[in-house]
């Protein structure tokens, strides 16, 4: 069964960090572009970030750049998102996609999310 | 950015009923539309993407069609466990963007 995990979520304060993992299962992990989408509560989905197959090319939303990493290990079928310097309009369930093949695609695979909540 | 619009916000149907939704795009985006559908505290599904093709185990009531900046979702028939949130999503130009989505309530 094609799957995606996420895991690191939870509670920090305000210019705090966190690093969400996303463990793939089901595919060859390696011939595919992963992405990071996420939820405010009660609102609609946002692309936050892209990373292509073997992670030479990144991709990031204007509002996380230069915050936030986005990074793999193949051999760990892992994707990973280091979150640093956190606000407080972070806060969202964040969701590990998978892309049919290329950054540039739609999300074919969900995770089930994991919460982020920010808040002194 | 391209800013997609979704309407409406809210589409009441009864069951059985056919519903159509629509997305718009502030520029073109060719056939480079995916549609998920999303229901409360789960996950978004990919049902359509290439505007018009079928995810696989997506049932034959859900269509597709639309180009450029024009797209339109089709429920032939509304089924219970198709009363949701459904969003479009570009993925032609960077950065990708969603709807902000339509609801589809029992009427």
């Known amino acids: 069964e094609v799957q995606l995990l996420e895991s690191g979520g939870g509670l920090v304060q305000p210019g705090g960090s966190l690093r969400l993992s996303c463990v793939a299962s089901?595919?060859?992990?390696?011939?595919?572009?992963l992405n990071w989408v996420r939820q405010a509560p009660g609102k609609g989905l946002e692309w936050v970030s892209s990373?292509?197959?073997?992670?030479?090319?990144?991709y990031y939303a204007d509002s996380v750049k230069g915050r936030f990493t986005i990074s793999r290990d193949n051999s760990k079928n892992t994707v990973y998102l280091q979150m640093n310097s956190l606000r407080v309009e972070d806060t969202a369930v964040y969701y590990c996609?998978?892309?049919?093949?290329?950054?540039?695609?739609?999300?074919?695979?969900w995770g089930q999310g994991t919460m982020v909540t920010v808040s002194s | 950015e391209i800013v997609m619009t979704q309407s409406p916000a809210t589409l009441s149907v009864s069951p059985g009923e056919r519903a159509t939704l629509s997305c718009r795009a502030s520029?073109?985006?060719?056939?480079?539309l995916a549609w998920y559908q999303q229901k409360p505290g789960q996950a978004p599904r990919l049902l359509i993407y290439?505007?018009?093709t079928r995810a696989t185990d997506i049932p034959a009531r859900f269509s597709g069609s639309g180009s450029e900046t024009e797209f339109t979702l089709t429920i032939s028939s509304l089924q219970s466990e198709d009363f949701a949130f459904y969003y479009c999503?570009?993925?032609?130009?960077?950065?990708?963007?969603f709807g902000q989505g339509t609801k589809v309530e029992i009427k």
């Open positions: 996609a998978k892309s049919f093949v290329t950054e540039a695609d739609a999300f074919d695979i």
């Open positions: 089901g595919f060859t992990f390696r011939n595919y572009a």
């Open positions: 990373i292509s197959p073997i992670g030479v090319s990144t």
């Open positions: 520029q073109s985006v060719s056939s480079n």
């Open positions: 290439g505007a018009s």
């Open positions: 999503h570009q993925y032609n130009k960077w950065p990708p963007s």
